[in-house]
């Protein structure tokens, strides 16, 4: 593993080092580098795991760089040993893949905080829910998400690209999610087009909470295909999963209208499938493959 020194930003703040992860009994990780690094969020009390994953040809191409997708819950990405949850077998996913010969990502993850409502306000936009629907459904109370794109966007992503050889581009950034990441996956997509050129959207509970609002909403948002890169969605069809399906397929009918092709939106419906982890990372591959390829 490489050595992660203490870095300056280009205001000249200093961040703290990225040192190597220690795998915790019944680790699942198999492939790959993992660091964190503890993090004081501007909008949130106490500090935060914002964690990297390199994959094994980081070390072996001293002279490539590589795109890199930045996720919420990040604890749920590769180690099964850091969640009560699951996790999605990214190390595995992204291995698979470059035995195909498609180019590996760097993963970034910031954990989600143990308390379910600040989990909630972080990734949710202001404008979520009511508060007819925030008694009903426990939702947000103080919907933040904009702060927490911004510092995914504005923070964590300028000293990610000064720490590791990334692809910059905005077509090699994506942000990613399920469940409430979902929610924010989703919405940095539409908010920041000019820095994440890919999200991965999987079971979006938005549609569930208030389908007819959010429906309103992303037809209220300037959406124009050109503007923005590739979508991937995901939804499944059993259990809790299935209450807010109808309100996916009906964005993403409304997305094929406003004019994403087959070429910038992949959406995976599997009626079989609940809200789980299990499940996006079934999906994982094919939308880390429909991202991936045709990078230059």
């Known amino acids: 593993m490489m050595r992660m020194e203490n870095k300056k930003n280009a205001s000249g703040l200093r961040y703290p080092p990225f040192r190597p992860y220690v795998k915790k009994k019944g680790s699942t990780l198999e492939?790959?580098?993992?660091?964190?690094?503890?993090?004081?969020?501007?909008?949130?009390?106490?500090?935060?795991?914002?964690?990297?994953?390199?994959?094994?040809?980081?070390?072996?191409?001293?002279?490539?760089?590589?795109?890199?997708?930045?996720?919420?819950?990040?604890?749920?990405?590769?180690?099964?040993?850091?969640?009560?949850?699951?996790?999605?077998?990214?190390?595995?996913?992204?291995?698979?893949?470059?035995?195909?010969?498609?180019?590996?990502?760097?993963l970034v993850g910031l954990d989600c905080p143990k308390d379910a409502l600040q989990r909630s306000n972080e990734l949710n936009p202001p404008f979520a829910i009511k508060p007819s629907m925030r008694r009903r459904h426990a939702g947000p109370d103080k919907p933040i998400g904009d702060q927490y794109i911004d510092f995914m966007a504005d923070v964590v992503r300028p000293l990610i690209n000064q720490l590791f050889r990334t692809d910059a581009r905005k077509e090699a950034t994506g942000i990613g999610g399920s469940s409430m990441g979902g929610i924010m996956a989703f919405y940095a997509?539409?908010?920041?087009?000019?820095?994440?050129?890919?999200?991965?959207?999987?079971?979006?509970?938005?549609?569930?909470?208030?389908?007819?609002?959010?429906?309103?909403?992303?037809?209220?948002?300037?959406?124009?295909?050109?503007?923005?890169?590739?979508?991937?969605?995901?939804?499944?069809?059993?259990?809790?999963?299935?209450?807010?399906?109808?309100?996916?397929?009906?964005?993403?009918?409304?997305?094929?209208?406003?004019?994403?092709?087959?070429?910038?939106?992949?959406?995976?419906?599997?009626?079989?499938?609940p809200h789980h982890e299990e499940s996006w990372a079934k999906y994982a591959a094919p939308a880390f493959r429909f991202w991936l390829q045709g990078l230059d």
Request: net charge negative; aromatic share 20%; hydrophobic share 40%.
């Open 31 to 106: 492939f790959g580098d993992y660091y964190q690094a503890k993090f004081k969020l501007p909008f949130a009390n106490g500090f935060r795991f914002v964690r990297v994953w390199l994959p094994p040809e980081y070390e072996a191409n001293p002279d490539i760089r590589f795109p890199v997708i930045y996720f919420s819950d990040g604890q749920n990405l590769v180690d099964k040993a850091l969640t009560a949850y699951g996790d999605w077998h990214l190390d595995k996913v992204v291995h698979s893949l470059s035995e195909e010969g498609i180019v590996s990502p760097i």
């Open 189 to 273: 997509y539409f908010r920041r087009p000019e820095v994440f050129g890919f999200s991965l959207a999987f079971s979006i509970p938005a549609f569930f909470y208030q389908p007819k609002r959010w429906e309103e909403l992303v037809k209220s948002w300037d959406i124009d295909p050109k503007k923005h890169g590739k979508l991937a969605i995901f939804v499944g069809g059993e259990g809790f999963e299935k209450e807010f399906t109808p309100g996916v397929q009906a964005t993403v009918s409304f997305l094929r209208e406003a004019g994403y092709g087959d070429d910038q939106l992949e959406f995976y419906f599997d009626p079989a499938l």
